[in-house]
Each structure stands twice: as C-alpha cells, then as structure tokens.
Nanobody
C-alpha cells in the first residue's frame, strides 16, 4: 500500500507565496519521477512541474521563474515553492509519482496520486 499525502495549500493574495509538500509512504522500494499537476474548475488537469530521480526539473511555461521544485529522496518527499502567485494559479494541486513497491519491484507505477490540495489566489 502506497500513499501520497499533500499539504501546504491555502488562500493567498496575488503576489504571495505558498509551499506545497508531497510525502510518499508505504511499501516503497524506490521512486522515479515525481510531479505536480493542477486542475482548475472546468479545465483539464495540467502538468505544473516535474522532477526526475536525478533532480532534473521541467516546468510549465506559465510557472517558469516563479515556481521551484525540489525533492528529498531520503524522506520520499517533494516540495513545490510557489512565488509571485497569480489568480490564474488557483486550482487543486495534485502530486504524482512513479513508485516501485515490494509487490512490483521492477516496475515504476505512475498510478499513484495524492488527494489534492486547494490553492486559491485572490486578486
């Protein structure tokens, strides 16, 4: 059993900052890439940022220069620092990870998702 637990969402004014965390727990052998996605009302879920097992990051154009993604492999945790937030960043943010477990030691399964955390940016 694997769980991804997100935290750090909330309400902030435009120009403010938030830090999201995603902690993976359970029967984990190793974690491949991890990523944050977001979904605003009436819109499709989109990739915000992604970090591979070596620490290489990619960002959506809309957040480049404002968001910073990092991970602590010893803690199986990923962090998203969000600065200069805009009202259009308002969404539910979900974390996702490719995880090899005791039951599937040779496969990174990307079907693991967190429950989502709400980020609301007021203008």
């Amino acid at each position: 059993q694997v769980q991804l637990a997100e935290s750090g969402g909330g309400l902030v004014q435009a120009g403010g900052s938030l830090r999201l965390s995603c902690a993976a727990s359970g029967s984990i052998i190793s974690i491949d890439a991890m990523g944050w996605y977001r979904q605003a009302p009436g819109k499709q879920r989109e990739l915000v940022a992604r970090i591979d097992s070596g620490g290489t990051t990619t960002y959506a154009d809309s957040v480049k220069g404002r968001f910073s993604l990092s991970r602590d492999n010893a803690k199986n945790t990923m962090y998203l620092q969000m600065n200069s937030l805009k009202p259009e960043d308002t969404a539910v943010y979900y974390c996702n990870a490719g995880i090899a477990t005791i039951m599937t030691p040779n496969t990174y399964d990307y079907r693991y998702w967190g429950q989502g955390t709400q980020v609301t940016v007021s203008s």
